[in-house]
Each structure stands twice: as structure tokens, then as C-alpha cells.
């Protein structure tokens, strides 16, 4: 069991208990004063939890965010008086540098009710970042793109419902050349590289997208319209391979470039258990990936036999990584990202690159899944990234901060929204809760979508991790 796996069973048992727990006091109030007043206090209980308290967040607010930067960025002194961020010392700071503040962040009472926020300004710059509801420990704010107003002085920090305290640290992390450089995308499910990575990609002169999942499972929309079991999983995984396929061409990338792998969703961990052994489709009653494959501009050699094993994968991803060489891999990050569709992505990737006759100059990691935190990156669509929750300093960590235009924001959302995946409507419950985080929690919900990775992915910038210097 993953630890999100862990984390999630532990939260739906401290449920269950107060649940318990609130039903007794409810009938004792009932008892003890009127029969109509525990459901009175049950509706109030209820709105009240959905408002403030359905979020999945595992960790105490409480909590400092404990990175490891040492050897990895430049620690700089930096004072902050009067809301101003100052330099201790003249220092080089690239246009594009990664810049990351280490601060103190203490909720006020009202930051308990409404998502306490760090408003970052300067002359001709805003942005927002979010943090948790009762937050009180060290955070890390993302100032990347805020270099120029730094250093003219300019640069404010002010809490909303919350305060800053304790001695900021700035870190310098230089930027990672990444013009013009030869970029793969390693994908798990369609919309993943889109979710992560749509604005570097983007920008890259010919990239490839890998997708190695159809992603077929979870078909309950198509079940919906009437299609059995297997044929709403075969559905679902034939317009995901399409999507895979198709919407990186919105970004310029050549359809030669595009491959869809098409392995079975959620099966990666077992087929690399048993790298000989085929493991089939969990609902799509298919121990064949030809299926997913046929929109290919190109033979794999998997295409031969169409066995779902790890070695089919691991030949795969040796051709396909012989023929485009690329200079940049991009993959999930090990130390963040949870899935296990995306840990054996990452794991395959590194495998396939064994004993080849050369290799990438850089590997860069996202984190579409968090372990802990559901609703990371926190905040509203458009808004800044703050890192992530980490609580284990155990592996240094280096961010990559790319800014992301507004046009290249609208752009990334129009990839997202064709993504079939990302379409189905919210349901019933969803949409109440989400009316009553509007109305009594003060949450903005995205305007390109109702899926949560519209208003979690569409931001100023994409944030990524370096795991290799060239």
C-alpha cells in the first residue's frame, strides 16, 4: 500500500470515529433539550465540514515545510521591514533565475475560515500564493520572475488572514539552458504532460510526448451512456490514446513525435513485478495493446506481439529514446509524486536509459500528485506556485520555476479542456460542496473548467525539479 494509500485509509477512519462520535452528542442534545434540534445542528454540522474541512490534507497546518537546498541553490540574507523585501547585500540575479523565499507563515483566526494568502508586488507585478486553512510553520514562496523588483527595493510581502514572521532566507537557483534543447515528455496517462509541462513543451522547437497508458479504467461516464464494462473501458481508452496523440499538436509538436505506448492503467507495478509475465487490462478484457496503438505514425517493437509485459515496455522506450536522443527528459519526480502509474514511468524511463550509447543532459521532475495534498497548488487559476508540502528533508531538492504568459495560460487551458478525461461534469455533491466553499469559504473555482486540474495547473508558472546536471 502507497503511503497516500496509508494516509488516505487513516483520514476515513478518524471520520468514521467523529462521525460517531458527533451522532451520540447530537441524539444527547435531543434528549436533553428538543427532538428538532439535532437536525438542525446536523444540516449546520454538515455545510460547516464540506465548507472548511473537506479538503484531503494530511499533515498538520502546523508543520514547517523542511527542504534540502544545501549544495543545490545560494542561500542569500534578506530583511523584510515594513512589507518591503530587501537584499542584506548586492547580489546577480538572472531574469530567469529560480528564486525561492524560506519564511515563517502564522495564520490568523480568520485564515481558519478563509485560505490564508502572501500577496507578492511590485510596480508593475502581482501575484497571490496560497497556503492552509490554521497554517503556522516555515513555507517556501516563489518569487522567481520577482528578481527586478528585488533588487530595486520594490518588492512587497504582506499576508492576507495570516502574518509572516521569523528571518526570511532568499535561494538562488540558476536557470537551466533549456533553449533550443531537444525535449522529451514522459507521460503515464494522456494529459499528464499537458497537466505538467504544456508551457515547456510549448516553446521547445520539436519536442516528443511519450504516453505509456491508454489510462482505460475508471469508465463510469461511458458506463453512463450504456456500454458494458470492458467496451466503456476499451471507449475510454481509445479517445485517451487519441488525446495523447492529437492535442500536443495544438502546441507545434510534429504528429511524428507523438506515441502512445498503450499499456493498461494502474497495471505498471505489476508488470514490473513480473517483467516477463503479460498483465492485462483490470476492465477493458485485454491482454493486447494493439488497440491503443493504431494510431502510431510509427512501428514500436511491441507492435509485434502486443504483449503488455516490462520488457515490451522497457524495448519501447529504448527505440523510441535511441531515435529522438533527447537532451531533456521530462518525468515524474520520485520524491513527490505518489502514483504508481507515475513512480514506474520514472522507474522504466531510468532503466531504458541503461547501457545506451548516450545520455540526456538533464532530467527535470513534476509532481501532478501530491502525497499529502490534494488541492496543491493551492490558490486560484493564474496565481503563482509556492512549493509544495515536503516534510522529509532526505533528498536535496532543486525547482525549476518557468513563467508562463498569459496567452500561453489560455492555451494550456484550451489543451486541458480537449482532453476527453477532463470533461465529464462534477457530480451532484461536488457541486453543492463547491457552492458552499464559494459562499462561505470565499473560493474562486476556474473559469476554463470544473475539473480541479483547471484551477490546480493553470498558473503564472510550472514548477519542475532537477534530478541530473549535465
Known sequence: MSRKQQLLKRHRRNKRIA???????????????????PLVLAVLAWAGHEAWFADHLFYSPSEDYRYDFDGEGEALAVSLQGGVLR??????????????????????WLGRFLDPEVQLSSA????????????????YLNLSGLGGALLDGSLCVRGRFCALFGQPRLWRFPAVPLADKRIMVIAPHADDAELAAYGLYSRAPAPWIVTLTAGEIE????????????????????????DSLAVPQWAGVPPAHCVQLGYFCLQLPAMRAAPEQAIASREADLDD?????TLNSQAWPADADGVPSWNNLLADLRAVLNQARPQVIVLPDAVLDPHPDHICAREAVI????GLDWQPEWLLGYANHLHDNDRWPMGEQGRGIALPPLMDS?????????????????????????????QPPMSFKRRLRRALQRCLAGRRHS??????????????QELFWVVKRG
Do not use: C
Open 124 to 139: 508593475t507585478q502581482i501575484d497571490v500564493q496560497t497556503f492552509e486553512r490554521g497554517v503556522r510553520g516555515v513555507r
Open 87 to 108: 537584499l542584506a547585500t548586492p547580489a546577480a540575479l538572472a531574469e530567469d533565475d529560480t528564486l525561492v523565499l524560506e519564511i515563517g507563515v502564522r495564520s490568523h
Open 447 to 460: 473559469a476554463f473548467g470544473e475539473n480541479e486540474f483547471f484551477r490546480k495547473m493553470v498558473r503564472s
Open 289 to 293: 495493446i494493439r488497440l491503443f496503438r
Open 394 to 422: 532526505a533528498t536535496p531538492m532543486r525547482p525549476l520555476s518557468l513563467p508562463l504568459s498569459l496567452d500561453e495560460q489560455r492555451d494550456k487551458a484550451m489543451a486541458l479542456g480537449m482532453m476527453h478525461d477532463l
Open 19 to 37: 462521525l460517531l462520535v458527533g451522532l451520540v452528542l447530537l441524539v444527547a442534545v435531543g434528549v436533553a433539550v428538543a427532538w428538532w434540534l
Open 351 to 354: 532503466e531504458a536509459l541503461q
Open 219 to 242: 469508465a463510469e461516464h461511458y458506463r453512463h451512456m450504456g456500454l458494458p464494462v470492458a467496451d466503456a473501458a476499451r471507449m475510454k481508452g481509445r479517445l485517451r490514446a487519441w
